[in-house]
């Protein structure tokens, strides 16, 4: 049926996804007009006459040549090859089009007959389409071998996804592999008859592995060791502080653990009931408390001294504060401790202990440290103005 308004021009287009041309006759595409096309078509049926391709050119000849003699203007009528790449996939379709651009610029078609050489190539369709409209497909395929053409090409298609697909060859490719040399190893030290049970066990851990996910816990730890970048020096100190304060707690509850459950194991006589064992217990918080107070407290100095140097390189007014509490924490050994001895030995009187002393010179000491850190924050004020104000801005921004 002839289209009304305009003037047809039928490009019969030949389609060789693969690049057999190139690759068994080395012949160069794109090729248009009917002369190139035949002689392209007998110089790859000379080199490999069971080549599909070679063909499907033949057929894009015969319906050439069929329609130009009937037609009352042969010019209308041109036909071109193209190729992809031996490698497929997106490659070849980029080739393929950019191919198909050169030949509507020399041929401005306004219909397509598509012939092409199988299953594969017709993946080439909708990217025809796109450009110019195809009107008709020939697909030419060798009687005996369409259906052996199909499943091989499915076939080879899976068994792509299987090698190259990680997802897949793990299970499909590395288990067997594994099942192998295990195989092997049991052959070579004369262990054939544990066969059964090292099978159970890597099957077992196989499922172990993918049923709770430790394959994916382990990937996402590598790619985080990978991409980790350090985060900046006083994040560092105050992480190392952090993690120091912590251990040094924990150390010094172990002594005072230790030390309490060794002065309960020296109580003569054992404690037999739990009121006894009520009455000893301001005894041993004495021990624990004795023995775990300084570790405790250098632990905690250690962690707020980490945050004060952050916030000095971080020009934080928040330094201050944190100052005085490490002052404050590290005076509390002294009244800990005094506190300890006293639970000890109640029976001594506690002026002799030092603890109300301690005490009293303490209360003086925290107010002179407030009192030098307001001076020293009113003094230093303008090192951390800048910082204020930007968060203040940061502040208002959101």
Not at 326 to 334: I, K, N, Y
Request: hydrophobic residues 50%.
């Amino acid at each position: 049926m002839q289209k009304t308004g305009r003037e047809e021009h039928i490009l019969i287009l030949c389609v060789d996804r693969d690049d057999d041309l190139g690759a068994k006759a080395e012949i160069k595409t794109p090729l248009l007009g009917r002369e190139e096309n035949l002689e392209a078509a007998v110089g790859l049926a000379l080199r490999d006459p069971e080549e599909p391709d070679a063909n499907a050119i033949f057929e894009a000849v015969r319906i050439y040549d069929r329609l130009s003699g009937e037609a009352e203007a042969p010019g209308n009528y041109q036909i071109a090859t193209i190729a992809g790449s031996e490698l497929g996939d997106v490659g070849a379709d980029r080739k393929l089009v950019s191919q198909l651009t050169d030949v509507l610029e020399m041929f401005p078609a306004s219909d397509v007959i598509l012939v092409t050489d199988g299953y594969s190539d017709e993946a080439i369709l909708p990217l025809v389409e796109s450009r110019v409209p195809i009107t008709s497909v020939r697909r030419v395929v060798m009687k005996h071998s369409k259906s052996i053409e199909e499943t091989a090409a499915l076939f080879s298609r899976y068994l792509k996804i299987m090698i190259d697909n990680p997802r897949y060859s793990r299970i499909i490719l590395g288990l067997p592999g594994i099942l192998l040399i295990l195989l092997g190893i049991l052959y070579v030290f004369n262990l054939l008859v544990y066969t059964g049970i090292a099978f159970v066990i890597v099957f077992g851990a196989v499922l172990l592995i993918k049923g709770f996910g430790i394959d994916r816990a382990a990937r996402g730890l590598y790619h985080w060791i990978r991409e980790y970048s350090p985060p900046p020096l006083p994040v560092q100190i105050a992480g190392f502080s952090a993690v120091a304060g912590v251990l040094l707690v924990l150390v010094g509850c172990y002594l005072g653990g230790v030390s309490a459950i060794t002065a309960a194991a020296e109580l003569v006589p054992p404690p037999a009931e739990l009121g006894q064992w009520l009455s000893y217990l301001p005894t041993l918080a004495g021990h624990f408390v004795s023995e775990s107070i300084l570790s405790i407290v250098i632990g905690v100095c250690v962690l707020l001294s980490g945050r004060a140097i952050r916030s000095f390189f971080e020009r934080d007014s928040r330094l201050w504060r944190t100052i005085v509490v490490v002052a404050v924490v590290a005076w509390s050994w002294t009244i800990f401790s005094q506190a300890a001895q006293v639970l000890i030995h109640p029976e001594k009187p506690v002026f002799t202990t030092g603890l109300v002393f301690t005490i009293i010179t303490g209360i003086p000491l925290a107010v002179g440290i407030v009192l030098i850190a307001f001076l020293l924050r009113r003094r230093y004020a303008a090192f951390f103005k800048e910082k204020e104000e930007e968060v203040e801005e940061t502040r208002e921004e959101e």
